[in-house]
């Protein structure tokens, strides 16, 4: 019978571990071949990032161009699965006037959650009392951090009342300067908690990173010319931008757009896109309703005017940052020497992004272009082989009719 409880895979070896996922999974001797490339991530290193690796996983990567941002000319890599997000991030790059982007301090939330405390109040005072002595604590065992300027800077407390009873709400702050910031945030929040403990007298629970980056975020801005894409697709945008605005189902997927190319750059230099996707989409709700994250208007000159701001908490150190291959040419590529010159870029990508997407779909609509690229991979699902791709594809187009049943017909001769 089959069974998932297998002791000490991770001790296994390679071997070991495929021929085990083999047997389990009924698979080929071919399967397993596939397993077994592992490109630029080789075996001995992806074992290294995770526990039970029997393979890697790649996606595409590509480069968008036509970048200007800060008055500095990117490529910028992609690492992504969706057909023409990287072709539509690079045309509205291509229209655009250029980008100008600023961070905000590298400045993390450490929360530590105490309860069973019978004066909350005076709790948060305690505790605020000793506010010297709390960071102290919390910097002692993080010399390098401070070394380069970061390290907890202040603490804060709030008081949170829950169907368990009141509790108190400790936020370490700290800037954790060009890290992301989880391993030393959640370890100096470890540090204080018997202090806060002491001080309360209560219990510390959770001592943990907020993905809520609220004093960690990016703004980017860009203006397009009607010279360059026509007064009526800049009205265009304006009615698709206030459609987001007011109603939560559309800004859901406006939000996901700007995400398609915030997370293919997050992913391709190595850093966290869960942490930054569930920041993005908290902070778009901070107001108490979901909002975009982007926002349009008109300038004097009639032109338009796209603005993003969202948390951006992405590092340079540490992580598949410096440990994946790829990670690290993709860094090296964009020529950034800081986190904050890194998040600049990927929230201006968010925009250009953002950008594309209402221009496609509030004039020829997103189909057009995304089905022209999505109809090679329909031909190839089809069985088309190398050679005829292209030509499958084209015909499906010119028939806007997309799809594996007409792909395969076309490879029979049918008309």
Excluded at 311 to 340: E, Q, R
């Amino acid at each position: 019978m089959k069974t998932s409880r297998i002791p000490k895979f991770y001790e296994r070896p390679l071997g070991d571990r495929l021929g085990i996922v083999k047997e389990f999974g009924g698979l080929s001797e071919e399967d397993v071949t596939q397993l077994q490339k592992y490109g630029a991530l080789d075996f001995e290193t992806a074992n290294r990032m995770i526990e039970n690796v029997v393979s890697t996983f790649a996606l595409p990567m590509g480069i968008a161009t036509n970048f200007v941002i800060n008055d500095k000319p990117c490529l910028v890599p992609f690492a992504i699965e969706e057909p023409s997000v990287v072709a539509a991030a690079s045309n509205a790059a291509r229209l655009s006037a250029g980008f100008e982007a600023k961070a905000t301090e590298p400045i993390m939330i450490g929360q530590i959650q105490v309860v069973n405390i019978k004066k909350p109040k005076k709790a948060l005072k305690d505790v605020l009392k000793h506010k010297k002595e709390i960071l102290g604590k919390a910097n002692a065992g993080d010399s390098t951090l401070v070394k380069f300027g970061g390290g907890a800077i202040n603490i804060e407390g709030k008081e949170i009342k829950t169907s368990r009873g009141k509790m108190v709400v400790f936020h370490l702050l700290v800037d954790v300067r060009d890290a992301m910031g989880a391993n030393a945030v959640n370890t100096m929040c470890e540090r204080i908690a018997p202090m806060i403990e002491e001080l309360t007298r209560g219990i510390a629970r959770l001592r943990i990173i907020s993905n809520l980056a609220v004093h960690r975020t990016v703004k980017a801005k860009s203006v397009w010319k009607k010279e360059s894409i026509g007064e009526e697709w800049i009205e265009a945008i304006l009615d698709a931008y206030e459609f987001a605005a007011n109603d939560e189902h559309r800004a859901c997927t406006h939000n996901k757009g700007i995400m398609n190319g915030i997370d293919a750059v997050v992913i391709a230099t190595g850093n966290d896109f869960r942490a930054v996707e569930a920041g993005a989409h908290a902070y778009a709700a901070r107001s108490g309703k979901y909002r975009p994250l982007t926002k349009y208007y008109k300038d004097k000159n009639d032109d338009l005017v796209g603005e993003i701001e969202l948390p951006m908490a992405v590092g340079l150190v540490g992580g598949a940052t410096k440990t994946h291959p790829l990670a690290k040419i993709n860094v090296k590529l964009l020529g950034v020497k800081t986190a904050n010159e890194l998040a600049e870029i990927i929230a201006s990508v968010g925009l250009a992004q953002n950008f594309a997407a209402l221009k496609a779909l509030a004039t020829e609509g997103i189909q057009r272009g995304h089905m022209r690229l999505h109809a090679k991979n329909i031909a190839a699902t089809a069985g088309a082989t190398e050679n005829k791709i292209d030509e499958i594809a084209a015909k499906m187009v010119e028939e806007k009719n997309i799809s594996v049943s007409r792909a395969k017909e076309i490879m029979e001769g049918k008309k």
